[in-house]
């Protein structure tokens, strides 16, 4: 997989194509939730594969960490590494900017993958468009 920090406007509509067909139509989050104020000043990252976007993510700077948010793979590409792939590259963004400490929201079933990738839960559970978040962070 290629992946792209978005600079051109056909590559924001792909990543938001692929947020789409995993969050919105996949698991049933309401468009608007989705696509939101943040996605405008966000660094946006999409994967392709053979030129067809197929994974998808935004990094926000926060205080003083980078925050990994709207990560996705689409269904039928999922299970080759593409997560990880994407995970690296948006670590990469935030230390490159010149951040040590990554943070994200994982959804509950995800909580096992991150921690595989050395980040650590430091929330209770929660709810965020209806679906059971924790948030995690890793010193970079």
């Known amino acids: 997989m290629e992946i792209k920090v978005v600079e051109m406007n056909e590559e924001k509509q792909d990543s938001y194509k692929v947020r789409t067909a995993v969050f919105v139509d996949e698991q049933n989050v309401p468009p608007e939730h989705e696509l939101d104020e943040h996605d405008e000043g966000a660094i946006h990252l999409v994967g392709y594969e053979n030129d067809t976007p197929v994974a998808a993510s935004r990094v926000r700077f926060l205080n003083d960490y980078g925050k990994l948010e ?49 980040y650590r839960p430091v929330s209770d559970v929660f709810m965020d468009a209806g679906i059971p978040h924790v948030t995690m962070i890793k010193e970079l």
Do not use: P, T, W
Request: glycine share 6%; with cysteine.
């Open 70 to 118: 709207r990560i996705c793979v689409l269904k039928e590409h999922r299970g080759k590494h593409f997560g990880v792939e994407m995970i690296e590259k948006m670590e990469d963004v935030i230390q490159r900017a010149g951040y040590s400490k990554a943070k994200l929201n994982a959804q509950d079933h995800a909580i096992a993958f991150y921690e595989r990738l050395n």
